[in-house]
């Protein structure tokens, strides 16, 4: 009988070596033999007590029958185990169907996975290069401020994910979603992904993961084109039959997936222009905060005795004006990480974070974030992305040229002082002093002045000197959403299927990932 054990708990230094630990309580503790199987489901840090920080652990543990209902009986902690539905596996196309799918980050690899392993054949048509490739152009616009448009931190092989955390924390609860993390760890991701509270991979480990799912999927008859921009939909019957492409060439296929990003503008406009319907859709902007590392970990830590054995400290910060409405808030923290440049247009400056596995940098960096409701730009989806280009372009300027960036101490912006000195930073090709109120909307600067003095007294010394913010953050979310009906097609294109986070319906890799794998789904069920 299988029995679940929440919680146990072991201190970081017994995290070192957390199987043997574990091994040791339910020997001891439980008088479950020393060869019984157990599983970890989820471990989490708990460091509300600076004096008591420990690992959190829900374990599986297979015990006879009896053993089971005395433990249950004897011990709160424990209850019977009930298995969580498995993991969907796709379906098999009973015809010849080929899909070509737009954009090669989360949503359109997973979905080019699924339409794989059903039988069905894909291309995947991407704006921009290969993962090296685009390694050498990020480096070129770190060390000389030079953007390549089609090749960047947010285009090219993986998607925007591949530099970033590569956090997989998700709400998403479909079935499909264990099939998302078995597939992740198939191909190089590791098993703590499974039960970790706060899962993450690394941008240094996410290039080879995405490297492997393509060579996979090259070798199931995949076809990949790089440095390939779709500039139309191709219609036939009022249904969508392929791509054109800026090289002059027709791609047909029985069914189109779009699979693009938030950050594909030219899309929306060509959606637009064929009369896609699309809806506006709210998001956040604001800026980028960092601080030393070692900051944040005694901010979160204290002097605990075991700092050096724990992770690198993270928070998440949240508060809601009563009076306007509006939500501040931290997003996507980096511990140990660096804020970097996530431009896609020339004299337009927007950035975003992002670490390695080990997160052991000397900076730490988040989002920090006001939301934005589509009332501001009118339901206007197209305003929205014009809203967002507004602001990029004035920290472009305050940044003067070249992509640097505008950054400001935190105490600063609060006193409504300039700086004429800044501390080091990891963004790169660099900072300069600059004023947030010349680059964000007013509003949104009462906002965080607001939100930081809320979050000063949650976390003292947050709003500290020692602290800068760095603009502009405009890319969160998708401000708009293309329009699709249950069958996951567009409204206005039968034969379309909008899919992740470019078209509304995802907000992050797993999201995104598991969303593609639903649109798969949705073309195999309707041509089976």
């Known amino acids: ?213 393509r060579r996979y999927l090259e070798s199931r008859g995949v076809e990949f084109r790089f440095r390939v921009k779709v500039d139309d939909i191709l219609i036939a019957g009022g249904e969508a039959c392929g791509v054109h492409t800026s090289a002059g060439e027709e791609i047909l296929a029985d069914a189109v997936v779009i699979a693009t990003g938030h950050s594909a503008r030219d899309i929306y406009a060509l959606l637009a222009n064929r009369g896609v319907p699309l809806a506006a859709k709210g998001f956040a902007a604001g800026v980028r905060v960092e601080h030393p590392a070692e900051l944040i970990s005694f901010i979160q830590y204290g002097r605990n005795a075991m700092k050096g054995l724990l992770p690198g400290a993270d928070y998440f910060l949240a508060w809601n004006n009563p009076s306007s409405r509006l939500g501040v808030y931290s997003f996507c923290m980096c511990p140990g990480g660096a804020v970097i440049n996530s431009s896609s247009e020339q004299g337009r400056l927007c950035t975003n974070g992002m670490s390695y596995s080990g997160r052991n940098g000397e900076f730490s960096n988040a989002a920090l974030v006001v939301t934005v409701a589509p009332s501001v730009f009118d339901n206007d989806p197209m305003k929205g992305i014009a809203f967002q280009r507004e602001i990029e372009e004035a920290a472009f300027r305050e940044g003067g040229g070249g992509f640097m960036a505008p950054a400001q101490r935190l105490d600063s912006f609060l006193k409504g002082k300039s700086d004429g000195h800044l501390p080091d930073s990891s963004y790169r090709p660099g900072i300069v002093p600059g004023r947030a109120e010349r680059y964000l909307p007013e509003w949104i600067v009462e906002e965080l002045k607001n939100g930081l003095r809320y979050f000063n007294n949650k976390m003292k010394g947050f709003a500290g000197p020692e602290g800068i913010l760095i603009g502009a953050e405009t890319r969160t979310s998708s401000p708009v959403r293309i329009v699709r009906g249950s069958d996951m097609q567009s409204e206005g294109i039968p034969g379309l299927y909008p899919a992740g986070e470019g078209s509304g319906y995802a907000g992050g890799i797993v999201s995104s990932a598991v969303d593609g794998i639903r649109a798969a789904d949705a073309i195999i069920e309707h041509n089976s």
Request: aromatic fraction near 8%.
């Open 1 to 213: 009988m299988k029995i679940q054990i929440d919680p146990l708990t072991i201190t970081p230094e017994e995290n070192e070596n957390y199987p043997r630990a574990l091994r040791t309580i339910l020997v001891s503790r439980y008088n479950i033999p020393e060869d019984a199987d157990f599983q970890v489901l989820r471990r989490s840090l708990d460091a509300r007590k600076k004096n008591r920080i420990h690992y959190r652990f829900r374990v599986l543990a297979d015990v006879d029958d009896a053993a089971a209902q005395r433990l249950v009986v004897e011990f709160p902690e424990v209850t019977e185990y009930h298995e969580a539905p498995a993991g969907e596996t796709p379906g098999r196309m009973k015809r010849e169907f080929r899909v070509c799918i737009v954009g090669s980050g989360p949503a359109g690899l997973f979905c080019a996975l699924r339409l794989a392993e059903s039988g069905c054949c894909s291309i995947v048509v991407e704006r921009g290069k290969d993962v090296s490739s685009r390694l050498s152009d990020i480096a070129v616009l770190e060390e000389k401020g030079v953007l390549d448009e089609e090749s960047n931190v947010l285009f090219g092989e993986g998607g925007a994910g591949t530099y970033s955390d590569g956090k997989l924390t998700t709400r998403t609860i479909r079935p499909v979603t264990s099939w998302f993390y078995d597939k992740i760890v198939e191909f190089g991701a590791p098993e703590e992904v499974y039960f970790d509270a706060k899962p993450h991979i690394g941008t240094d480990r996410l290039g080879p993961i995405v490297q492997n799912l």
